[in-house]
């Protein structure tokens, strides 16, 4: 059983422990003694945690030979079984529906003021229902630009039902306009700069919106080639002296990420990761958290592989701290840039802390 497996057992029991069944993604607990298959919520007595077997689906403990309990009815829905799966709805509204539907228009169709279905819907996926419509159509978009035949294809495949809502969105989220994100920014004329730093050599492409790409790596040729794989269409021009206040503020944060980021991001992703990467950068310097307890910290105890997967997809080095997240072993796991600079990276906060 590998340590992230455990891990996820772990918050699952922690779950049982709290009485909790508050999740998107719900599981269920059989006691081995008594046959019997449980919601974590479950009023009964709390069995010995050698005798708890989880699982994703009750049919799936129905299967194994377990039988729903008579307490808390595993098998029926409750008043909190029924708000998820409303809201479950409600995002697969917020994914389709074009014009995107009102908050208003939301909160009628399920009997509920506005307030208290923003509420709601917060407490459950973590994000508004805004923000959850933007992000998600948002990553869809950029995957159509991607394959499809057209960029008006493209944008109705994305759920953007005419071209005005689409260059609005595009402007916003890709740094460029559609089409020019699709075909790898060709005639694009993004400007560059590299510098040494403590931690090998750090690459920024930026447009005239702002930065649209940080990579770090050991030399300057291997950063040079990981913004020219990105932008592989632009024309990608050196910026020499214009970049050098911009690359000394880069340096100076990588080299103290105690320090404030005043320059602008582009932060994109699903609302889920966005949502981690938001917490990764509340954790503070010096301090690690694993998986599993980023997930707890999040209200969704179950979704440790989720947030690993977040860590992994963060293309922000420092910016948005993954480094910080490490097995519940403390084992220091995978790295984008590398494992070696996540342990210097670590090593580093914790004397800056020893400092003061």
Request: charged share 25%; net charge neutral.
């Amino acid at each position: 059983m590998t340590a992230m497996t455990l891990s996820l057992d772990e918050a699952r029991w922690a779950a049982l422990v709290e009485r909790r069944f508050d999740t998107l993604e719900p599981f269920y607990y059989a006691v081995v003694t008594t046959g019997v298959v449980c919601r974590p919520d479950c009023s009964s007595r709390r069995p010995l945690r050698e005798n708890v077997r989880f699982f994703d689906a009750l049919a799936d403990a129905e299967a194994a030979g377990y039988r729903p309990c008579k307490r808390c009815r595993p098998d029926a829905h409750s008043p909190l079984e029924q708000q998820r799966q409303a809201m479950i709805a409600v995002c697969r509204r917020l994914e389709t529906e074009d014009p995107t539907p009102t908050l208003a228009d939301l909160a009628a169709d399920l009997n509920l003021s506005q307030w208290h279905f923003q509420r709601q819907f917060r407490k459950v996926l973590g994000v508004t229902p805004h923000q959850y419509a933007t992000e998600f159509r948002a990553g869809r978009l950029k995957n159509a630009l991607k394959s499809a035949a057209s960029v008006t294809a493209a944008s109705y495949e994305a759920g953007y039902g005419s071209s005005s809502r689409l260059f609005e969105a595009a402007q916003s989220r890709l740094a460029m306009s559609p089409s020019e994100f699709r075909r790898g920014a060709p005639g694009q004329r993004l400007h560059y700069g590299l510098a040494p730093c403590h931690l090998g050599w750090v690459g920024l492409v930026a447009s005239e919106r702002g930065i649209c790409g940080l990579e770090l790596a050991d030399d300057a040729e291997a950063v040079l080639a990981r913004l020219r794989s990105t932008f592989a269409k632009a024309e990608l021009i050196a910026a020499g002296d214009a970049f050098d206040e911009l690359l000394a503020q880069v340096v100076a944060f990588l080299a103290a990420p105690q320090t404030e980021w005043s320059l602008p991001l582009d932060i994109q992703g699903t609302a889920f990761q966005c949502q981690v990467w938001q917490a990764l950068r509340t954790v503070p310097v010096g301090q690690t958290l694993s998986y599993s307890e980023l997930a707890t910290r999040l209200g969704r105890p179950e979704a440790s592989r989720a947030v690993a997967g977040a860590c992994a997809a963060n293309k922000l080095a420092v910016v948005v701290p993954c480094h910080r997240i490490t097995r519940a072993d403390g084992d220091i796991s995978g790295y984008r840039w590398g494992v070696q600079r996540k342990r210097r990276l670590l090593d580093q906060e914790a004397e800056l802390v020893d400092q003061g």
